[in-house]
């Protein structure tokens, strides 16, 4: 392969990739329709000049068959009247007119059929044409989608959504350890003097009325409540408060 086959091979297939980049569908299309339409200009005026001569041929096959008519009907008057050689040089006129509309009564057929050929050619173009038009405006609509859709790709491609729903769960880390210590400061938070003490009124219902049945069983008697604080020690506060808890001991052992 020469060295010149190769770089006009070159050439061209660089041409044509850049035509093909800077094709644009919708404008392609409609290029194409102009260019159809033109082509039915065309057609049309091909149609109308065959039609007007078809037309024309049509009038000069009437005009020499009307003529060769004429001269036959002289021919016959000449010979009615004797006169042979007028009736002879009728009949050559007629001959004349009758062999001018044999020629053109063959062309006038193929005339015929040429105008018809060009119509049903006519009428399949302009079905093209309409139907290249659908097809034109449905092409369009496919091609602005795409392009839409490769927008939205675009844009969605340069979103970093991986770190997006980094952030998303590390919030959402964050909220469930606030959660959690909430309700660990509540729970701690409730186990005070005053629920400390729930407990024990709870647990002590339970246990008075287990050691009444004990004694109901040994014939004991039922263990006396416990005497209330006298609010007259003259004892110091805390003394007092020793003295109260002893005796509840010792009540507590009898039982």
């Known amino acids: 392969m020469g060295l010149f086959d190769r770089l006009s091979r070159v050439v061209r297939a660089n041409l ?3 035509v093909s980049k800077a094709e644009d569908p919708e404008k392609v ?15 049309r005026q091909a149609v109308a000049r065959a039609i007007a001569e078809q037309k024309r041929t049509e009038q000069r096959y009437n005009q020499d068959l009307s003529e060769a008519n004429k001269w036959e009907q002289r021919a016959k008057l000449a010979l009615s009247k004797g006169d042979e050689n007028l009736a002879r040089e009728a009949l ?17 057929d193929q005339q015929n059929g040429q105008v018809s050929t060009l119509k049903r050619n006519l009428v399949a173009l302009e079905s093209k044409i309409s139907e290249a038009k ?10 602005k989608a795409a392009k839409a859709n490769a927008e939205i790709q675009q844009t969605l491609s340069g979103v970093n959504t ?5 952030a998303f769960e590390r ?7 606030m959660e959690a210590r909430s309700q660990a400061i509540g729970e701690l938070g409730g ?6 003490f729930a407990q024990l009124e709870s647990g002590s219902g339970v246990d008075d009325e287990l050691a009444m049945l004990k004694a109901q069983i040994s014939g004991t008697p039922e263990p006396q409540k416990l005497p209330e604080a006298s609010s007259t020690s003259s004892s ?6 020793d003295d109260e808890l002893e005796s509840l001991r010792k009540q507590l052992d009898n039982l």
């Open 16 to 18: 044509n990739d850049l």
């Open 29 to 43: 299309l409609e290029q194409t329709i102009n260019d159809m339409g033109e082509d039915l200009i065309q057609v």
């Open 92 to 108: 050559v006129r007629k001959k004349t007119h009758a062999d001018t509309a044999a020629t053109l009564k063959q062309q006038l």
């Open 134 to 143: 659908t097809k034109k405006n449905m092409l369009i609509a496919r091609s």
């Open 162 to 166: 991986s770190g997006s729903m980094a």
């Open 171 to 177: 919030m959402e880390s964050k909220v469930l350890d």
């Open 191 to 196: 186990t005070g003097i005053e629920e400390q």
């Open 236 to 241: 110091p506060k805390d003394s007092a408060v």
